[in-house]
């Protein structure tokens, strides 16, 4: 089973990609490639997020955001929209 993606907003509610197969993490302070069955983790990215899945690349930049990655769903939450 693919990864599942939530992503949080208040502008846009909750928006969901399905059959992700890597989030990468670009942050300020560091880089994270997260694939399926990674260990799980929590953090704060200040920088960029891509989201490969079936249907091509999902990309945000210049985001602050906070993340989970647990059993192969990773939760985006956005700060400010």
Excluded: Q, W
């Amino acid at each position: 089973m693919p990864m599942l993606v939530k992503i949080f907003t208040l502008k846009n509610g909750l928006e969901t990609i399905e059959d992700v197969t890597a989030v990468r993490i670009l942050s300020k302070d560091y880089n994270l490639l997260i694939l399926k069955d990674y260990v799980a983790n929590i953090g704060k990215i200040e920088g960029a997020i891509e989201i490969e899945h079936d249907g091509g690349t999902t990309r945000m930049e210049d985001i602050v955001a906070y993340y989970l990655c647990n059993e192969n769903v990773f939760n985006l939450m956005l700060e400010g929209e």
